[in-house]
């Protein structure tokens, strides 16, 4: 008989993706049917579905560590950040509103039966699921009509194990205070409870895990020490970007800067590029300057085109980017980066916002028409230099003009994609996943004058997803887990 157990946590970005994630293959390498389930998330980071559809890209990771194919029901409810109005929100995989914060307290309930749906559809091909929750799960103020934590636990009759995060301080309170605030019959559905990222000796904590344990009446499953190999896992949201922002030291001949803008999306096509050492990704926030030695600035994707168009400039990084033009640097827009490089992108339907026209950077002779059809879809095909490659779409409008005769690919299906200059130096594309793919990768370190490191990022990411595992099977009891799953 399937069963599923449900993870929550005191907070945000405390640790529950990768839990889940590493949980995923653990139980999986036991011979276990494991499907991934998180009810409700948010999050600009996603991925395209084998059903056509989208959900968040932490999903997508833990369907990778469960070794099946994506589907929608892993994600039965989306919610895409954008700016003048509000979220879009997505089900099963496809856009049905927008709506603001407060508005969408009252579409909540509403959502609940395809919630338990997708829930229902994902029990009947597993042994066990993994339920992510959103955000903390002692958000009192959002408990009416909840959709993310509690309220789908009663809904389901969910156990729920709560995480913690010791390395933000305070974690002792965080769970005792979990209980003392929540509803009692909520409180009921949790068994046990996961303090994660701990850094040190663990045995010095030993009293802190028993201190929980008898405040809260919950079983203590484990204390996770940090997990070094997280920052080379997809993260879940923008949250994940500042984690990999310091300073560090490389070696790389490759110098990429990233302009990081408020909405920007799909930031995992990165993630290939980092794990290269001839590599130096340089992600530059507002209030700096982007580096003048780079070699490729790169326009990563954007949920919300024209106002991300708006902070760039406000960033005064048009000027940064024309200087680098002027200089032979070479320029990469991906999706939204590649809408903002044309002459104009148009919004007469008001998709993001107030009805309109906006100049673009005009370094690309294409325009923009943003619509209110999302394209969602794997693609695979060849760049105008004979590299095969693999990816996927996922946007909204169309791009059109002179520049586009020389697409920056040709689809297998016969479709020509994105545009480039023609000195070749400035270039779009609507592909997601370029970089994933290592015959892209390779080429483009060597066109930008590097060299590759011969990485299979794929098998490196299934390596990591097994050590999580092999870490999560040496600290936490997951044979007691799996007793708590109902």
């Known amino acids: 008989m399937s069963r599923a157990l449900m993870f929550q946590g005191t907070g945000s970005d405390v640790g529950k993706s990768l839990v889940v994630a590493g949980l995923a293959r653990a139980y999986t390498n036991r011979g276990l049917l494991v499907r991934p389930f998180k009810p409700q998330n948010m999050s600009n980071n996603a991925a395209v579905t084998a059903d056509g559809g989208e959900i968040g890209r ?4 833990q369907a990778h560590a469960a070794r099946v194919t994506t589907s929608v029901h892993m994600n039965p409810v989306l919610l895409k950040p954008q700016s003048k109005v509000g979220a879009q929100i997505v089900v099963q995989g496809q856009v049905v509103a927008n709506a603001n914060a407060r508005e969408y307290q009252g579409i909540k309930a509403s959502l609940l039966p395809r919630v338990m ?4 559809l994902l029990k009947a091909q597993a042994d066990l699921v993994l339920v992510e929750g959103a955000g903390s799960a002692s958000e009192i103020n959002l408990r009416a009509n909840d959709i993310a ?5 009663r809904a389901g009759n969910v156990p729920v194990e709560l995480v913690g995060d010791i390395d933000r301080g305070g974690v002792i309170a965080s769970l005792v205070g979990t209980k003392h605030v929540v509803d009692p019959a909520d409180a009921a559905m949790i068994r046990g409870f996961i303090v994660n990222r701990f850094r040190g000796d663990t045995s010095l904590f030993a009293d802190g895990m028993r201190e929980i344990a008898e405040r809260t009446g919950w079983q203590s499953f484990g204390l996770i020490p940090f997990f070094d190999g997280a920052g080379r896992l997809p993260a879940e949201d923008a949250l994940g970007l500042t984690q990999k922002s310091a300073p560090r030291t490389s070696t790389g001949r490759v110098k990429i800067a990233v302009p990081i803008l408020p909405h920007i999306s799909n930031f995992d096509d990165l993630d290939p590029l980092d794990s290269e050492p001839d590599v130096e990704i340089v992600r530059v926030w507002p209030g700096q300057a982007l580096p003048g030695d780079a070699a490729l600035v790169l326009l990563p994707g954007s949920k919300t085109t024209i106002a991300d168009l708006s902070a760039f400039r406000a960033a005064g990084f048009d000027v940064d980017i024309a200087a680098h033009v002027r200089r032979g640097g070479a320029v990469l827009g991906i999706c939204g980066g590649y809408q903002m490089l044309g002459r104009s992108i148009a919004d007469p339907l008001g998709v993001e916002g107030p009805a309109g026209s906006v100049a673009g950077l005009g370094l690309l002779d294409v325009e923009t028409v ?3 059809e999302k394209r969602l879809v794997t693609v695979n095909g060849m760049t ?5 490659f693999n990816g996927y779409e996922m946007h909204m409008g169309a791009t059109s003009g002179a520049d586009c005769a020389r697409p920056f690919a040709r689809l ?4 020509a994609d994105g545009a480039a ?3 070749g130096r400035v270039s779009g594309t609507y592909v997601h996943g370029l970089f994933a793919d290592d015959r892209q990768r390779d080429a ?5 004058g590097g060299s590759s490191s011969g990485l299979d990022y794929e098998a490196g990411v299934d390596a990591e997803l097994d050590e999580l595992a092999t870490h999560l099977e040496r600290h936490l009891d997951l044979n007691g887990l799996l007793s708590h799953a109902a």
């Open 58 to 61: 932490a999903q997508a990771l």
């Open 117 to 120: 749906e997708s829930f229902t």
């Open 149 to 153: 934590n509690m309220g789908f636990a």
């Open 370 to 372: 943003l619509s209110g």
């Open 384 to 388: 105008s230099d004979r590299i095969s």
């Open 412 to 415: 297998e299906d016969g479709r």
């Open 421 to 423: 200059t023609k000195d």
């Open 444 to 448: 483009w370190l060597t066109r930008l």
